[in-house]
């Protein structure tokens, strides 16, 4: 079974600072997606970024970019110039596709953005 | 204007009642889900269907039953309410088999049982 795993409960950064958001997932799928997405407190499940495995190139959405490495199974989420709506959970999740339609989240990492 | 809608966004009821959500996308998706957030925030597939046809079914007790009358629309039921049924649940659609396979969820339902 696929399994996501996040090990940073919690991160802090300072405003317009960086900041790397772990993730790491077990697949023996060589074709599926992996997104982050975003919670604030208003509990809206927000989509971040979106990367097809089968594509090399990293994902990038504005602020938001992803390092993804298909061989380590790891997809770690940068978030540059951070903001203080960039405060939010968020969440890595695997999904397979084709037939195995579910997203499969990690635990989540809660992002504090320091003033 | 809104892709997937919920209702309603709060509901507190009494142990052992029998409660409905409901779900409507307009994103012309043919596919849509059911996820439960526990309070630890664990995010977990309940429910997902396919033009009104059940494709995943997670081990979900027989309390819970989605119905599908369309395409657009998911709605779950829960008879027999439980404490442990106190959570976030989120309704969810994508367009299956596309490659461009991306969730869109609601805003949520928060469900308290007491």
């Known amino acids: 079974a696929q399994t996501v795993t996040q090990s940073q409960p919690e991160m802090s950064v300072q405003e317009a600072e960086t900041v790397t958001l772990s993730c790491t997932y077990d697949t023996s799928e060589s074709d599926y997606y992996l997104f982050w997405y975003k919670q604030p407190p208003s509990r809206q499940m927000i989509l971040v970024i979106r990367q097809e495995a089968y594509k090399q190139q990293n994902a990038t959405e504005n602020r938001f970019s992803v390092n993804f490495q298909k061989a380590a199974k790891s997809f770690s989420l940068k978030i540059s110039d951070s903001q203080l709506g960039d405060a939010a959970m968020y969440f890595c999740a695997y999904y397979r596709g084709f037939g195995n339609e579910k997203l499969t989240f990690g635990t989540g990492t809660r992002l504090t953005i320091i003033p | 204007d809104t892709a997937v809608s919920q209702t309603p966004k709060y509901l507190v009821t009494q142990m052992g009642n029998d409660k409905s959500i409901k779900c409507e996308q307009n994103?012309?998706?043919?596919?849509m889900y059911w996820y439960k957030q526990d309070s630890k925030k664990f995010l977990k597939i309940m429910f997902s269907?396919?033009?009104?046809?059940?494709?995943i079914n997670e081990t979900v007790p027989n309390r819970f039953s989605p119905k599908s009358p369309d395409k657009a629309h998911l709605n779950l039921h829960i008879n027999s309410l439980e404490l442990g049924d106190s959570a976030v649940y989120f309704c969810a659609s994508t367009e299956r088999l596309t490659g461009k396979e991306t969730q869109y969820f609601g805003p949520g339902t928060r469900l308290l049982v007491l």
């Open positions: 269907y396919n033009n009104k046809e059940l494709i």
């Open positions: 994103l012309g998706h043919d596919t």
